[in-house]
């Protein structure tokens, strides 16, 4: 059950249904949005609802039983499709939006061109891990904090807003006082603790698609960043395991317009962790915007084969005018704009929102 609050209803109005209903033993999370307040409620419902007259207190405006186990996330609590900013770029359903970078921060020069070959690709965020979830302990682990240094120095100079990855709980206000937006990985999906922390640390947050979960476990898992206040949340369909291993893993193509359908925040695509391979990740693209996707997520690299992290994925020099002109080109067919990349001057200023260049 959702309580929406009123446009002109006070704290003390959120907190009193908020205190009527731990009084009555279950609890209640509120969400404060730019229009409106929100609370969620969990617990016996059925006896709030017989009980508690919600829907009589000072400031309520409606009381909504939703049937899904994800409320705030569903379409059933807002009809209307979310627009998601990050650092002022948004993604949503008129745009089409491009991130791109390396699978890892490594080094400084590696970044920034790769940055570089982000902007080539029609790219409007950077992406690059600084904390990586390796399957294998041995595996490179990224580079940390020094990493985050450097993802904020390639922003400053390219204008790039970044997005980048947490792990750990203890590591969520960190990254946060770093990146426009946090990337929580396929491996940690269903990590609780950690969704509740980027629930709460006022940056959008890019939740990828457990590589074994359901539709509907991937949107209850993003209705426990909705339910500690953030809203702002991306969906990323990543590819599925299933018995197929020409591939990496199965994209899930139908997994777009499900999810938009059952939720109203936006669902973009990562063709690299999907496919696993460089020679994939066009025809994927392609898919993924014929299919109503809301961006993709791209890795890029500058060389490859020396690449720290999935290196036969990234796309080289000579593919990225062809993603560019993909993405170009199909977003007017599916009713979509390209989303420009912020001009490098607005970046520069700190604490400016980038400007979005012209085409
Ligand atoms: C990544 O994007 O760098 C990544 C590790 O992806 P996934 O969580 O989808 O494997
Ligand atoms: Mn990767």
Redesign the pocket.
């Known amino acids: 059950m959702v309580v929406v609050m009123a446009a002109e209803a006070t704290e003390e109005d959120a907190d009193g249904v908020v205190s009527l209903v731990r009084a009555a033993g279950g609890e209640a999370f509120v969400s404060r949005g730019e229009s409106r307040t929100i609370i969620g409620l969990s617990g016996d419902i059925d006896r709030f609802a017989a009980t508690l007259n919600l829907a009589s207190q000072p400031g309520v405006s409606d009381v909504v039983r939703i049937s899904v186990p994800y409320k705030l996330v569903s379409r059933e609590h807002r009809r209307e499709r979310s627009v998601i900013r990050v650092g002022g770029v948004p993604i949503g359903p008129d745009t089409l939006t491009v991130i791109a970078g390396p ?2 921060v490594e080094t400084p020069e590696q970044t920034l061109a790769s940055a570089r070959m982000a902007r080539a690709a029609g790219a409007s965020l950077l ?1 690059g ?1 600084a904390y ?2 390796r399957s294998s302990p041995y595996a490179f682990q990224g580079l940390g904090e020094a990493g985050l240094k450097i993802l904020a120095d390639v922003r400053a100079e390219t204008g790039l807003p970044i997005v980048t ?1 947490v792990v750990s709980s203890s590591d969520v206000d960190l990254v946060a006082s770093y990146a426009d937006m946090l ?1 929580v ?3 940690n999906m269903q990590n609780f603790p950690l969704l509740q922390a980027v629930g709460g640390c006022g940056k959008p947050v890019m939740l ?1 698609r457990g ?1 074994s979960a359901t539709i509907e476990e991937w949107l209850m898992a993003a209705e426990y960043i909705a339910q500690r206040g953030n809203l702002d949340i991306v969906l ?1 369909e ?1 590819g599925i395991r299933t018995f197929e291993n020409a591939t990496r893993n199965t994209l899930d193509i139908s997994a777009v317009p499900v999810a938009q359908r059952l939720s109203h925040l936006p669902v973009i695509v ?1 063709p690299s ?1 999907s496919g696993g391979r460089r020679d994939l990740v066009l025809p994927l693209s392609r898919a993924a915007i014929a299919v109503g996707a809301d961006g993709i ?1 791209v890795d890029v690299h500058p060389s490859p084969e020396t690449a720290l992290c ?1 290196g036969p994925q990234a796309l080289i020099d000579t593919d990225l005018r062809e993603l560019a002109s993909v993405a170009l080109h199909l977003s007017p067919l599916v009713g979509r704009t390209l989303t420009p990349a912020p001009t490098p001057s607005a970046a520069a200023q700190p604490g400016a929102e980038p400007a979005l260049a012209a085409g």
């Open positions: 699978c890892a992406r891990g990586k979830p990855e990337q990985g396929t491996r990828k590589m990323c990543r990562d962790h997520i999935d």
